[in-house]
Structure formats: structure tokens, C-alpha cells
């Protein structure tokens, strides 16, 4: 199977592609919230050099949030657009789980707290316990970060905290005497690759904003017809 990951959560616009046989490929082809201008030729580019044609995947795969309003309505209806035009199965992942997924794999263990720079003050941050597998342990909200802070600081336990929502307030992440920082700025979509082949096809992506300001904002996803 074919799968296109697409990945605009951050500033950054990064994309991953799996072949058929195994082959994998991953970039950030932006880092300064030019999503717009960058996903679609990055998109053309590394299909180039795969040697595939738009017609030939079979499954798109899309961070859905939380992160950035513009980010993420131009990866989600770029990948809409996509599966739609090369008749590919559509499936959605979270920021928060693909930072998680990505701190696993180069060997973190015990409570994370993914968190995603949401501006204006505030993270998006999710805690996940990473064993064996990882398993979330609270829902997506959106926070402050001295509340996140205060909260780890209190419980005394050892955690280690990811993502570009930390890097931004890493000082403030530095405090908590129990905490280590991992540093992983980008959801990684060769994640959401990894992910997106095991999870189930969706008619429709809605996007995870978390705020009532984005999730009114004037931008709804398009059911796929089936």
C-alpha cells in the first residue's frame, strides 16, 4: 500500500510517503508557515522521486489538530482534494499522539506531556504513558503553560515533556525538578505513516481546534463520497 503523510500542525510543514515496498521518506519541506505555498509542490516532488504518480496511493493520512487554525485547514483540505482526485483512503491522527509515537520510538518511557505551541499564550498539551505501546492517559486540552507546569510540579512524578509548545517556554518547562525535555519540535510524519496504516478509513476529517474561536471559524472539511 501507498501512503502519503501530510503534516501541518506547527510552523512547519514536513511530509512522509511509504511504498508498497516499504520504502520510506520523510521531510520538512518548510519551517516558517508558508504551508500554503510549500505542501503542494512538496507533495509533487516526493512523489517525483518515489516514482509514483498521484493515481497510485491508496491511502492519505493527515494530522488533524490541535495546532495552528491556517496549518491545519491547508493540510486537511490538501489531503481532502488528494484522496479524493487519486480515489485513496482518507485517515486523520492527532498532533498530540504523533509527538507521543515519535518519543517512543527513540526510547522514552514513563508520562509524557505532549504539547503544541497554540500561540496567544496557550499549548494544546495531552499526557500519555509510554510502555510497551503508547496509551493516552487525559484527553486534548488546551492549557496554559504555567498550569502544566504547576501540575507536574505538584505531583512530584517524573515526566518528560515534548514538542514545540515546550521549546517555546522551555525555561519555564526547565523548573519542574522531575521533568526532562525531548527535544521534538515537529509531529513527525513518518509517525503518522506508521499510524495511519492501522487505523480505520473515515468519511470525513473534522479538525481537533480546542478553541472555540478556530472551531467557529468559517472552514468545515467536505464528507468524501463514498
Excluded at 504539547?115 to 494544546?124: H, L
Aim: charge should be negative.
Amino acid at each position: 500500500m501507498n501512503i502519503l503523510a501530510i503534516e501541518t500542525a506547527t510552523p512547519a510543514c514536513a511530509i512522509a510517503l511509504r511504498t508498497s515496498d516499504g520504502e520510506e521518506l520523510s521531510f520538512v519541506v518548510d519551517d516558517e508557515r508558508h504551508h500554503t505555498e510549500a505542501l503542494t509542490p512538496g507533495i509533487r516532488d516526493l512523489l517525483i522521486q518515489a516514482g509514483l504518480t498521484p493515481k497510485a496511493i491508496d491511502r492519505v493520512v493527515v494530522d488533524r489538530g490541535p495546532g495552528l487554525f491556517t496549518g491545519l485547514r491547508v493540510g486537511i483540505a490538501t489531503a481532502i482534494g488528494f484522496a479524493l482526485g487519486a480515489s485513496a483512503d482518507l485517515v486523520g491522527v492527532t498532533s498530540l499522539e504523533l509527538l507521543a509515537h515519535g518519543a517512543r520510538r527513540a526510547g522514552v518511557r514513563g508520562t509524557l506531556v505532549s504539547a503544541v505551541d497554540g500561540r496567544r499564550g496557550e499549548v494544546f498539551v495531552q499526557t500519555f504513558d509510554l510502555d510497551d505501546d503508547v496509551s493516552p492517559v487525559s484527553e486534548p486540552t488546551v492549557s496554559v503553560p504555567q498550569s502544566v507546569v504547576d501540575e507536574r510540579t505538584n505531583s512530584g512524578d517524573a515526566v518528560t515533556f515534548t514538542g514545540d509548545g515546550v521549546a517555546r517556554y522551555e525555561a519555564l518547562f526547565l523548573t519542574v525538578a522531575t521533568g526532562t525535555i525531548f527535544d521534538q519540535r515537529v509531529p513527525p510524519a513518518l509517525e503518522a505513516l506508521h499510524l495511519g496504516a492501522l487505523r480505520s478509513v473515515e468519511a470525513e476529517i473534522v479538525p481537533l481546534y480546542l478553541r472555540e474561536a478556530d472551531a467557529v471559524a468559517n472552514f468545515t472539511t467536505r464528507e468524501r463520497s463514498q
